[in-house]
């Protein structure tokens, strides 16, 4: 048992890190050397491959779009997930079982029977082609999730923390912000953390919202440049831009990994 751990371990490290390293290797390479040496380090690197994927592919343009994209949805999300479980796990009411049912069966239900429809609406409203419009649909996209992970920790949080905070004259608005909030910040991270994965992403919703190059995400900007290789084999650009798009994400997670590590075990005790 003391050597199947630690070779298991190591297993999964390899399984992970190789396939990262050899993206990063063959971003460095021209295309006839990533074809005849796919498993060899490049003979000179080819820096110039991250310039044609951020310029020339419109990589660098998606890259900020995916960004406004994530950080604007996760702003309005967890908020309004927040304040949305907080009620259905702290104050129940007549249906309130429905309802997060409801939300629930939201999770299961696939997005993309809805999609004509949902272009048609957000086409009447102005909203195709727009940040903000992708915006809106992420969030209602995602919001079934970030209440089903937050009514979890809020129902965990003992109904005394409550009563005492309205014994020192708190409002319930104050006592949401002020007190559950804070206690509830490990399912913030969570929530936080899985939806920023999904948004950065995502692919399907984007594709059929947003045509016009300059609202593109950075998913798309990589579909694009897949899609041109049919015509042009550029497999070193292709590579660079799947740098540009695994390396945001790494490096979030190098700075949240205690943190998310902490929140899912405080899920889990408390669970």
Excluded: H
Excluded at 251 to 261: E, M, Q, S, T, W
């Amino acid at each position: 048992m003391k050597i199947i751990r630690p070779l298991f371990v190591w297993l999964c490290i390899l399984g992970i890190g190789l396939p990262l390293l050899w993206v990063l290797v063959s971003s460095l390479k021209g295309s006839l050397e990533v074809i005849s040496e796919p498993w060899g380090f490049p003979a000179q690197p080819k820096w110039s491959n991250y310039r044609t994927a951020w310029v020339d592919a419109n990589v660098g343009t998606g890259l900020l779009n995916s960004t406004i994209t994530t950080v604007g949805t996760l702003l309005i999300l967890l908020p309004i997930g927040a304040m949305a479980a907080y009620v259905l796990a702290r104050s129940p009411f007549r249906g309130s079982k429905a309802i997060f049912g409801l939300f629930l069966s939201g999770m299961m239900f696939p997005v993309f029977l809805v999609i004509v429809p949902l272009f048609i609406q957000m086409r009447t409203l102005g909203l195709t082609d727009s940040l903000p419009g992708l915006i809106l649909v992420y969030v209602a996209y995602s919001l079934s999730f970030t209440i089903f992970v937050l009514f979890g920790f809020f129902v965990s949080i003992p109904k005394e923390m409550d009563e005492a905070a309205m014994l020192d004259g708190c409002s319930p608005s104050r006592a949401f912000w002020q007190i559950m909030m804070p206690l509830a910040r490990p399912g913030l991270i969570v929530a936080g953390v899985f939806n920023a994965i999904g948004l950065w992403n995502e692919y399907g919703l984007a594709l059929v919202l947003v045509n016009r190059k300059e609202f593109r995400t950075l998913p798309l900007a990589v579909a694009d440049l897949t899609q041109t290789q049919q015509y042009q084999a550029d497999y070193g650009a292709l590579f660079a831009a799947l740098v540009v798009v695994m390396a945001p994400m790494l490096i979030a997670y190098l700075f949240v990994k205690d943190r998310l590590r902490e929140a899912m075990l405080a899920g889990a005790v408390k669970g």
